[in-house]
Each structure stands twice: as structure tokens, then as C-alpha cells.
């Protein structure tokens, strides 16, 4: 299995701040990663795909970046309704995603 | 606009089967470019992909589930199936499929499956 880690596991922050989310890889992906948005009791929602493309419909100030075995989701500008957990997936070989990031209001 | 709505029962007994379906609208399985999944989350965690089925049938399975499951499509009626042998309590998680393409783009909203006597 090719492992995901992400740091922090929580992130406390306050509105108007750039927030920065790390994915580690055990192994080289390539850029085959993706960026996910989990509320509570919801699915979750596709936010970024190889590693950099924006998702059709996801606001701008979501990026993402990184190749090979260390990536970055960055939030430019944290609004209220980015307050959530997110998770990092790679698709190098079978699905594996991180554990998760929680994003809360400081 | 693909929607995606899993079913089936939400309480298991443990050793028995659990099975669900994924009903997709707005889109067509066969139509090819997609790969549709079923994914899971325990309670309070992580999310784990359990396998997925192409429209020709072929299936790629998680090797630490591949015992237990099967995954099955049925293209006349736009579904696709999940199916779990032997389940115990640590099967017990909220169900989801998925269509993935490079990334999984559309999702059920999720289905509780309580594994208890």
C-alpha cells in the first residue's frame, strides 16, 4: 500500500488566513493526487485533481501543489465555509487517503 | 449533473452479508470514462476505498477486502452493487459510492451500515 500522511491533524485558524496542508507519499505518486472537502455528515467533495487542477466550480483560492512524494493544499483566504476536514488521496496504484486534516476556527 | 444514491439495508448481523446498490442518474454507467466505486468510513475516521467496477465488468478490488468482496454492475438498470462476506463489527461504517474519473468527482450522500446482533 502506498501510505498518505498530512500534517497537522488540526489546524486552527481565523478568517481572512492563507492556511498551508501537507501530504506526504511513502512513495513516488507522480502527480496522480487529489484534494478533498468533508463536512460534517456529508460526502466529501472533490476539490483538486493531479495535484494542481482545479475542480470545475471550486473557488479560486483553493491551489494545490507538489509532485512526486510531498504536495501542499493551500487556502489563500480562509472563509467560513472552508471550516471542515480535509483529506489527501493518491491514485498512483489502489485509492489510499490521508488521515485527515480538520480546519477550525481559531 | 451525475447523482449517485446508495441503498439497501442499514442493520447487518455479524457473519452475514452486507449488500448494497448504487442507483446512478443523470449519466450513463456504459457511457465508459468513469470507474465506480464504493469507499467507506468508520465512525469519527478516515475514509478507505473498498474496490471498483468498470461498465465492461472488469473490477479491481482493495487487497486487505479482496477476500470478502464482490462488486457487480448491472448497465440495464444504471446500478452497481456491493456485496461484503463475514462482516463483524469493524465493518460497521457509513458506505458511499463514487464515480471516479481522475479524481472522484461524484458522490452518494452515504448509507450507515450497522453491524450488530
Known amino acids: 500500500d502506498i501510505q498518505m500522511t498530512q500534517s497537522p491533524s488540526t489546524l486552527s485558524a481565523s478568517v481572512g488566513d492563507r492556511v498551508t496542508i501537507t501530504c506526504r507519499a511513502s512513495?513516488?505518486?507522480?502527480?496522480?493526487l487529489a484534494w478533498y472537502q468533508q463536512k460534517p455528515g456529508k460526502a466529501p467533495k472533490l476539490l483538486i485533481y493531479k495535484a494542481s487542477s482545479l475542480e470545475s466550480g471550486v473557488p479560486s483560492r483553493f491551489s494545490g501543489s507538489g509532485s512526486g512524494t510531498e504536495f501542499t493544499l493551500t487556502i489563500s483566504s480562509l472563509q467560513p465555509d472552508d471550516f471542515a476536514t480535509y483529506y489527501c488521496q493518491q491514485y498512483n496504484s489502489f485509492p489510499t487517503f490521508g488521515q485527515g486534516t480538520k480546519v477550525e476556527i481559531k | 449533473q451525475v447523482q449517485l444514491q446508495e441503498s439497501g439495508p442499514g442493520l447487518v448481523k455479524p457473519s452475514q452479508t452486507l449488500s448494497l446498490t448504487c442507483t446512478v442518474s443523470?449519466?450513463?454507467?456504459?457511457?465508459?470514462?468513469?470507474?465506480w466505486s464504493w469507499i467507506r468510513q468508520h465512525p469519527g475516521k478516515g475514509l478507505e476505498w473498498i474496490g471498483y467496477?468498470?461498465?465492461?465488468?472488469?473490477?479491481y478490488y482493495n487487497p486487505s477486502l479482496k477476500s470478502r468482496v464482490t462488486i457487480s454492475v448491472d448497465t440495464s438498470k444504471n446500478q452497481f452493487s456491493l456485496k461484503l462476506s463475514s462482516v463483524t463489527a469493524a465493518d460497521t461504517a457509513v458506505y458511499y459510492c463514487?464515480?471516479?474519473?481522475?479524481?472522484?468527482?461524484?458522490w452518494g450522500q452515504g448509507t450507515l451500515v450497522t453491524v450488530s446482533s
Open positions: 512513495q513516488s505518486i507522480s502527480s496522480w
Open positions: 467496477i468498470y461498465y465492461s465488468g472488469s473490477t
Open positions: 443523470g449519466g450513463s454507467i456504459s457511457s465508459g470514462g468513469y470507474y
Open positions: 463514487a464515480s471516479q474519473r481522475l479524481g472522484f468527482d461524484y
